[in-house]
């Protein structure tokens, strides 16, 4: 198995970003993903679970991640913002949810919404390409953008992401590259793969159908005591403090240990 796309999210729920290498920060993320959120007046993510209306926002950002570029329907013109001085942005912002919105950061641990295992997410193109046979005229870059996974890998068969979690209250450790992981668990997902990640408009029977195909094709070797439904997709991972500074890197080879 070969690490064969890194997948970074500067602000939570915006589109991600392709990389040839990601960097691991002290904080066990990787560096630049989702460390930017938007918050409304209560303190409360505005995100595509809470909000599906940010899922019209089409975002593009720098090679610093310190400027996003913007474009939403009906603008006629994208914008250029600046995520280290955010007022302008959050006054744009506000207009088009309708709502005060704040933009935070948190340049080292982020914003993932699994605190114990706030690692990157991981699953195989194999296993996008076989959701992709469940639902007509869903494409592989649309399922990509659905599970919003940080990191990708080929060489096996669908699902073979599976063999990084064990039994419950137990973590698997694996290495990509010279990097050492913890696979946690398969990963809960929320309503947002559900719709189009363009339109934001539902797909119908979505989690229905996900959940009854996810169990019929459940591998031999995934562990079943991890499901307790089967709306799970990709696994939840955790990265040592020993592994903090080290890099991961297109072409990295995984390795169980």
């Not at 595509?48 to 720098?62: G, N, S, V, Y």
């Not at 997410?121 to 639902?135: D, G, H, K, P, Q």
Request: contains cysteine; glycine residues 6%; neutral net charge.
């Amino acid at each position: 198995m070969v690490l064969s796309q890194i997948l970074i999210y500067p602000v939570k729920s915006l589109d991600g970003v392709s990389v040839r290498e990601a960097r691991i920060t002290s904080g066990g993320i990787l560096e630049g993903d989702r460390i930017y959120a938007l918050f409304d007046s209560d303190g409360k993510y505005v995100n595509a679970k809470r909000t599906p209306r940010i899922q019209l926002l089409r975002a593009e950002f720098d090679a610093t991640y310190e400027i996003i570029i913007l474009d939403a329907p009906g603008a006629d013109h994208v914008r250029h913002f600046s995520l280290t001085e955010p007022d302008p942005l959050n006054d744009w912002l506000s207009k088009f949810f309708g709502f005060p919105v704040y933009l935070k950061l948190e340049a080292t641990s982020g914003f993932p919404d699994d605190r114990s295992a706030p690692g990157p997410t991981i699953c195989s193109e194999a296993s996008l390409r076989e959701v992709t046979t469940w639902f007509p005229g869903l494409t592989l870059e649309s399922a990509r953008r659905r599970f919003r996974t940080n990191l990708e890998i080929t060489g096996t068969e669908p699902f073979g992401e599976d063999r990084l979690f064990g039994l419950p209250e137990t973590k698997r450790p694996f290495r990509l590259g010279d990097v050492r992981l913890c696979g946690h668990n398969p990963c809960q997902r929320c309503v947002v793969p559900t719709r189009d990640p363009d339109k934001a408009d539902a797909t119908a029977q979505f989690q229905k159908k996900f959940m009854e195909m996810r169990q019929k094709t459940l591998p031999p070797w995934s562990e079943p005591l991890r499901f307790n439904h089967y709306y799970r997709f990709a696994i939840n991972t955790s990265i040592p403090e020993s592994e903090h500074g080290k890099t991961l890197r297109i072409g990295d080879s995984l390795v169980l240990e």
